[in-house]
């Protein structure tokens, strides 16, 4: 395999030296040979500002150095000629499973869901397998950055913000800890509830109140716990209290400083969630709020943004509108909500630019559908500074396509992320590939 | 309830106030871009519709209608066939009939359910035949049905003219369940279900061929001895071995739910040992890798667009499949399977032209006429061509733009879906509820208590089969 890959480097060094404009050579590229990129004569679109009709990004030390129409290539630079391309950042996919799961149905390769209610002390990044098939395959059609999401609890765990490109998780990690994921306890049993006799249904309205007091208790032990802790760091004279890892990882959730990503689908439950973000002072996200739109003007004034998604999911309710779930957005944009995508899952990840794009036809402008897949996302979950736009000093992760990221037939030609050019082959093509030239 | 049968006798009301006056006219559909899946694609073209058929097809300078034609204006949009899926579950009040390997007794026409809020919204998103089908818990499933999505009309007018018959068989993972203890239907102490594995699946299939002829030869010798006038003793009706009989007869088609190369050659080697044909092969995750073979014994392929990793035996699919099988020389079809996808079968079909390099008619042809042809309904429906059935689609845009929409779906030349109408009718539908809502908080307490619904053991649908599939999301 290395000698593979060195003989590669090898051919494409040669090829450098008689050609001018380079191709990528397919392996990784690592940090010691990464250098100095230069995409010219592209489309940029930089998301955040002006599109540049013709212009050059240079990429340095995994950062985008420099962007714009009159910039120059620098001499050591690798260069990727753009003529008819377009640079867009990578797309973000606010939430997934990718890298906790393999193959839905077996049980051995999924680790999504840890036992018991509360779980904040799960860390999504630590159980990520970089070399996950399904990595490659979701990074298809321009996504270099996904929220990785623990899933199925009333606190599933901490979501974790990873790069679709590394050796490892800890080189996959943009932002380890994102925030806490939690699941709302349900409100019946979905579509097997009228066929229950009274008393299951009347349990698990129980069950559910019983939940959401556990769940209040659970974050006033935490305040509570920050209080003790905060006190004998002042006063070393007062008892020393065993570490308590429930509470413990509750303590930045509490005091405001890691969002938790609530996911709720009723109007009823997501009334409940706001209620408990305001009485605890907890950063709320939405995830999933189906009935976003009813308690739209609540979210705009106490500015809390909803994660959207898969857009194609089918309505839940039999007199819902029949494209609620694709003209959600719009609504959500028209009355000032802020919103991102996510498709919710791992092996469907490359579809995120078609979720988007579906919205778009569905009433949401396609400029604010792009944006809520590259900047929005980086805004919500705080590291906008870092990326979802073409900006200089942002990390160079980015796709050069033959069109608009969104649209079914165009193609990602070329993506970075970190700076590092990523291979856009996977199982899919390798398996296509192989089969048909079968004899 | 009350609340759905309110929607559904609006929507009913809308239906018939637009199909009142398209019953007999003539309707004139012009200046369009005609993707006919047969012929090509004609720019400022006309469809003239008929009795509900198209009567011509062509540039709008050769297209002339009558003076009281009504007229649809399509300047901008496209028109294509309606969209046939070819693997359905919608519609239906069960799916599996689990409790044996072999039902191929049961009848889907037996279950169908018109009032299904699916039928609509598949319409919406210009789908006008399904191909709802017996789930795939069986090695041998039952017999399908096929519908045209006339929303708001009985069953029995959805029922394809003339239906050709189909029967469902399933191979692979799902039919092996109930004969393993992790299983989703086992109940503590239930017993388990002969087959658990790929061997057993291909034992039961050729147990009920067998049991076929042998039943098959007592009828021919029972029906000789008639001949003869002597008076025999008639065999024992037995529904099951009639309709496996029917198969080997060529008057029932197989359509068979597979994931792997080795189960697909399997039911080939079968077919040819027993002398039946496979008509079109279901899913087929794996086609691609035994594309030569299908092709050689003259199978269909229907298979979904970009589905994978939701189970084992989905691990090696591919979004190229499609596209492969499609170059190998196989009936190709995409299909929905779920309720989700059966809503955009066209962006279904888009990705096969990103993933597998397909012409836009090559794709358009996977959700239209090769399905057709997979079912046998193509001299109906499937293309746009003089004679055909108005089962018509117009989108605002190119269908395999990520922009584009449905915005009117006609079956017959009857409009089922209009975009417009559907935004109007939200209005009223509001306003109705409002005001059915106030009623009953003034009646408060007045009516009667609801009696609480018989427990009933709902049987599992194919997605909870399937678990994992992407229109659930993951738990």
Partial sequence: MNKHRTFQFLFAFLLASFVAVLMIPSPRVTAQQAAVYAIRNARIVTVTGQTIERGTVVIRDGKIAEVGASVSVPGNAKVIEGRGLSVYPGLIDSGTTLGLTEVGSVQETRDTTELGDFNPHMRALVAVNPHSELIPVARANGVTTALTSPTGRLMSGQASLINLDGWTWKEMALKPSVALAMEWPAAAAGRFAAFLPPEATQNLAQQRERQLTALRQKLDDAKAYAQAKEAREK?????????????????????????????????????????????????????????????????KEKNIPVIIGPVTEVPRREDDDYDLQYSHAAKLYKAGVRFAFQTSDAAYVRNLPFQAGTAAAFGLPKDEALKAVTIYPAQIFGVDKLVGSIEPGKIANLIVTDGDPLEFKTNVKHMFINGHPVDLSSRHTKLYDKFASRP | MKKC???????????????AYAQSDETLI???????????????????????????????????????????????????PGLIDAHSHSALDDVNEMSLSVTAMVRMRDVVNDTDI???????????????????????????????????????????????????????ENPKRAGNSANPFSAPGRPLRFPATRMGVEFTIREAFVQAKEYMAKWDAYEAAVKRGENPLAPRRDLKLDAISDILRGRLSIHAHCYRADE???????????????????????????????????????????????????????????AIMTRRGIITSVN???????????????????????????????????????????????????????????????????????????????????????????????????ELIEREKKNAGQGQPQQPMPALPPTLSEEELDHGKPDRKQQ
């Fill in chain 2, 336 to 434: 929905s399977d779920s309720a989700d996808l059966a809503r955009r079968l066209y962006q279904e079909a888009a990705k096969t032209i990103k993933y597998g390099g397909l012409t836009d008619e090559e794709a358009l042809r996977l959700v239209t006429l090769n399905p057709a042809k997979q079912l046998k309904i193509d001299t109906r429906v499937g293309s746009i061509d003089e004679g055909k059935d108005a089962d018509l689609v117009i989108f605002n845009g190119h269908p395999f733009s990520i922009y584009s929409r449905p915005e009117v779906t006609m079956i017959e030349g009857v409009v089922y879906f209009d975009r417009r109408e559907d935004l109007k009718r939200r209005e009223l539908i509001a306003k109705e509820k409002k």
């Fill in chain 2, 5 to 19: 049968h309110l929607v559904l006798s609006f929507l009913l009301i809308a239906v018939f106030s637009v199909a």
């Fill in chain 2, 264 to 322: 697909i050659l399997m039911l080939i080697n079968l077919a040819d040992e027993l002398g039946f044909k496979v008509t079109t092969f279901q899913h087929v995750l794996e086609g691609y890798k035994v594309a030569k073979e299908i092709a050689a014994h003259g199978a269909g392929g229907s298979t979904f667009s970009d589905w994978w990793a939701y189970k084992m035996e989905a691990f090696d699919a591919i979004p190229g499949n499609a």
């Fill in chain 1, 235 to 299: 006063d070393k004279s007062l008892p020393a209290r065993p570490t308590d890892f429930v509470l413990e990882a509750l303590i930045p959730v509490v005091k405001g400083e890691m969002p938790v990503i609530i996911t709720a689908s009723s109007e009823r439950d997501i009334k409940g969630a706001i209620e408990l973000a305001d009485k605890y002072k907890l950063k709320l996200i939405l995830r999933d709020a189906d009935d976003a739109w009813k308690v739209a003007s609540t979210l």
């Fill in chain 2, 30 to 80: 012009k200046n369009a871009t005609i993707m006919t899946a047969s012929h090509g694609t004609i720019e400022n073209g006309s469809i003239l519709i008929r009795n509900g058929k198209i009567a011509a097809v062509g540039k709008n300078s050769d297209v002339k209608a009558g003076p009281n034609a009504k007229v649809i204006d399509a300047t901008g949009m496209y028109v294509t």
């Fill in chain 2, 118 to 172: 699916n039928i609509y919204r598949q319409l919406a998103g210009g789908t006008t035949t399904i191909h709802p089908m017996h789930g795939s818990a069986n090695s041998i499933g039952g017999q399908n049905v096929i519908l045209k999505l006339k929303w708001g009309r009985p069953a029995e007018e959805m029922i394809f003219p003339d239906m050709p018959r189909t029967i469902k068989f399933a191979l692979g």
